[in-house]
């Protein structure tokens, strides 16, 4: 099991690469469609992406158990929340690499008379489930973290000269009405609280790349499954920059969010 999942590993960076190519295929294929592009050049782009997906799918083979031996460690840890985020994750991630095994086999002639449509439907709902899974962690992580920032500002800013009062009671001691407190209040708040998630995403590089890459790939399953229709140049940018991010978490490995 374990040289097997050594295996998986090895062949998820080409899948990666791969991954980028094809999309910016998609990209590049949409590009050339709106700029008017000669019928002959774009179906050779057409050709050349669907040989790249079924290259992928190919790399995939086997992925299920990668995915559930990261269920089986996932399903130890201490907190709660990452506990149930991550192993219902990769679950899904198994479900999805099965269901993308059975399309590979129909596409290449292994199961005949498959219905490809049905089970890609399914592969990408299950994907979409399992990122919805991951942006629910990263969103987590990131709370977490922005609470333990605001609680180190607090305990290192000097103690106010008027114990027991904040800018909200000074608005509120004021004569003015209620309705026009608020606003100042509320601005002031918004601000610190974009300054301090600016300063924890730059301060943890793995959290802001994994959030990054998971918003792009969301929108592929969205797509694919009808749900929030945006066209192949989105998903093609989308795909692109997520593959890159990919990449670079395999390139720079304590980039990668763990667990």
């Not at 290449?108 to 498959?114: A, F, N, V, Y």
């Not at 989308?238 to 763990?258: Q, R």
Request: proline share 5%; charged share 20%.
């Amino acid at each position: 099991m374990d040289s097997w999942v050594r295996f998986t590993a090895q062949s998820q960076a080409k899948e990666r690469v791969i991954r980028a190519a094809q999309y910016a295929c998609t990209l590049l294929g949409y590009t050339l469609q709106k700029g008017g592009a000669a019928a002959e050049l774009r179906k050779s782009i057409s050709q050349l992406e669907a040989h790249m997906s079924l290259t992928r799918k190919l790399l995939r083979l086997g992925n299920s158990v990668e995915a559930l031996e990261a269920a089986k460690r996932a399903i130890h840890l201490s907190d709660s929340v990452l506990r149930l985020c991550l192993t219902i994750s990769h679950l899904n991630r198994a479900m999805y690499f099965a269901c993308d095994n059975v399309v590979w086999a129909g596409k290449t002639g292994l199961i005949s008379k498959l219905d490809q449509h049905k089970w890609s439907q399914r592969s990408f709902r299950y994907y979409l489930f399992a990122l919805i899974l991951n942006l629910t962690r990263d969103v987590y992580e990131l709370r977490l973290l922005m609470e333990c920032e605001a609680r180190y500002r607090a305990a290192k800013s000097p103690p106010s000269p008027y114990p027991g009062t904040t800018l909200a009671d000074d608005h509120l001691s004021s004569p003015v009405p209620p309705a026009t407190v608020a606003l100042p209040v509320m601005s002031v708040w918004l601000r610190r609280q974009l300054h301090l998630l600016v300063t924890v995403l730059y301060s943890n590089p793995p959290l802001l790349l994994d959030l990054l890459k998971n918003s792009c790939d969301i929108f592929i399953p969205l797509d694919r499954l009808g749900i929030y229709p945006t066209g192949s140049g989105f998903v093609g940018a989308c795909g692109l920059a997520s593959s890159v991010l990919s990449i670079l978490t395999m390139v720079h490995p304590w980039l990668k969010l763990k667990p």
